[in-house]
């Protein structure tokens, strides 16, 4: 299996586990990991590993001694792809377009490559809207806005256009591309739900969508999962210098995604806490742990349907570079998981 093979080369005892791993005395690696997570709860892993150190706990069980470990709250496709590509990020949380776009930005380009490390989430992501007279995409006219973290190359964004590509064809697909604003999810929220502002609809995930809709004013006009199903909606992806020159940090990493996801499905209620800590939600726990078991919430490290933004962003002209495989898009450590 190739993780093994990664992991006897990371000098880790074969056959053990993501969260039962034997290790060998490290060698020297890094002695800070910089990291960056959004607002929404399909960064959840993420804000456990903050919460609790999880990062610092795993790299410390790896002989790797006390790693310093930095978070960022950094939300859009195009902030953290900027952030990455100066240098100021080791790993970060992205939407899946955003990381394609980036991937094949780079690819080849020894510098500035980067690597998928691992899945992250998927979610109701949802186009909501304050407008009665909206029921649909055919409805948002020139004088409405659409607000996302980032403009063509967030999560947001790139879903939008492939559900006006299905709906108006693929030559369309940018046809409500002149209406969206890049708006962080906080603040598009607020602007939804004060309904004096041009912003007219905001494509948010959890905890936004589920509160927008508890107003009786905003109603949703689509979903992603309408298109995509139950893909991997977010990743965690890193630059490729600094995975290969630091395969025990990235293995630890890797144990501490394993014990978050599995925290979240046995104690919901203390992933819900470690939630509000992070975002300092207003929400009650019981509230975010209703989020937490929506039938569309799930958490995995697994890539599920990561290439079909890689074709789309290739069909349309946005990326020159196609992967030929979800595997060339993510680091061999992972290769054995069952992705798409």
Not at 216 to 244: C, E, N
Request: with cysteine; charged share 20%.
């Amino acid at each position: 299996m190739r993780r093994r093979q990664f992991l006897r080369r990371a000098g880790i005892a074969a056959g053990a586990t993501t969260l039962g791993l034997g290790l060998r005395p490290a060698r020297a690696e890094v002695g800070e990991v910089r990291l960056s997570h959004g607002y929404g709860l399909l960064y959840l892993p993420l804000m456990i590993l903050r919460d609790r150190k999880l990062l610092e706990k795993h790299a410390a069980s790896a002989g790797l001694g006390g790693v310093a470990v930095s978070w960022q709250l950094l939300d859009g496709g195009n902030v953290i792809n900027d952030a990455m590509l100066a240098g100021a990020l080791d790993i970060a949380g992205t939407g899946s377009p955003g990381f394609v776009t980036l991937w094949a930005k780079a690819h080849g380009i020894a510098r500035s490559e980067i690597i998928g490390v691992c899945g992250l989430s998927t979610c109701a992501l949802a186009l909501n809207t304050n407008r009665p007279e909206i029921k649909g995409l055919a409805d948002f006219t020139p004088g409405t806005k659409i607000a996302l973290p980032g403009i063509k190359t967030s999560l947001a964004a790139v879903v939008l256009e492939m559900l006006v590509a299905k709906e108006f064809g693929q030559a369309n697909y940018a046809k409500l591309d002149p209406m969206t604003v890049g708006v962080p999810h906080p603040e598009a929220y607020a602007a939804l739900m004060s309904g004096k502002t041009e912003i007219a609809a905001h494509f948010a995930s959890p905890p936004y969508s589920i509160l927008e809709l508890a107003d009786p004013r905003i109603h949703t006009v689509i979903t992603a999962s309408a298109v995509l199903g139950a893909s991997t909606l977010d990743v965690v992806f890193a630059p490729k210098r600094f995975v290969d020159a630091n395969p025990k940090t990235i293995l630890a990493f890797l144990r501490a995604m394993d014990e978050a996801n599995k925290s979240i499905v046995e104690d919901p209620q203390g992933a819900a806490q470690s939630f509000i800590r992070v975002t300092q939600s207003k929400q009650s726990e019981a509230e975010v742990v209703a989020m937490i078991k929506e039938k569309d919430t799930g958490f995995s490290t697994t890539p599920n349907g990561v290439m079909q933004y890689a074709d789309f962003l290739h069909t349309v002209g946005s990326i020159k570079t196609h992967p030929e495989s979800w595997k060339d898009l993510f680091m061999p450590a992972v290769h054995e998981l069952q992705g798409s």
